[in-house]
């Protein structure tokens, strides 16, 4: 089992080792239970545990690939939140996401901010990292698009970008 987990992650891509969303998380959960069920089962099958073993990874391989579809990924894939929009702590999606205050701190910290007035954005991410956006240059609108309350952070902290022309 341990060989064809090695031969699968390296059919696969570094991407199975990399931060994970729910669904990759989920996935991985699967992964070890057929391991575990293979090898510690009341009679350990390793038949068994290989062909559900592939069969979780082609399944894993089809919704990678039906995730580039726009209304499969909303499905499947939060979308990233606002945390927090320059000094402002957005208290609602911070429930929403189950962040509390003392987490969000401690990445602030991590982050090397000192104050809250040093923070442009902080997200939460769909892997359930939190990402700092810290001042010192303005921030391209693009970095925030798809993220729920992106709206809300100041203007004068994000790049202009010239609008196209209109017909």
């Keep these: 089992m341990y060989l064809a987990m090695v031969v699968l ?7 199975v080792l990399s931060g ?28 068994g545990g290989l062909v559900a073993l592939v069969t979780l990874v082609v399944v894993q391989g ?3 690939m039906l995730r580039r579809r726009g209304w499969v990924q909303h499905a ?7 945390l927090m929009a320059g000094p402002r702590v957005i208290e609602e999606h911070m429930r929403r996401c189950h962040v509390l205050p003392g987490e969000l701190q401690s990445r602030l910290r991590l982050a090397g901010v000192s104050r809250y007035e040093q923070v442009v954005a902080v997200i939460f ?19 925030l ?13 994000l790049i202009d970008r010239p609008h196209p022309p209109s017909e």
């Design 145 to 157: 698009s798809g993220v729920v309350g992106a709206a809300l952070v100041p203007e004068d902290l």
């Design 76 to 82: 499947v894939v939060n979308a990233p939140v606002l």
């Design 9 to 15: 992650v390296r059919i696969l891509g570094q991407r």
């Design 20 to 47: 994970m969303s729910s669904f990759d998380l989920i996935a991985v959960i699967g992964f070890g239970s057929i391991i575990g069920r293979a090898a510690l089962g009341q009679a350990p099958v390793l038949g």
């Design 62 to 64: 089809l919704f990678g």
């Design 125 to 143: 991410e769909p892997s359930g990292t939190i990402s700092v956006l810290r001042r010192g240059e303005q921030i391209d609108p693009l970095l």
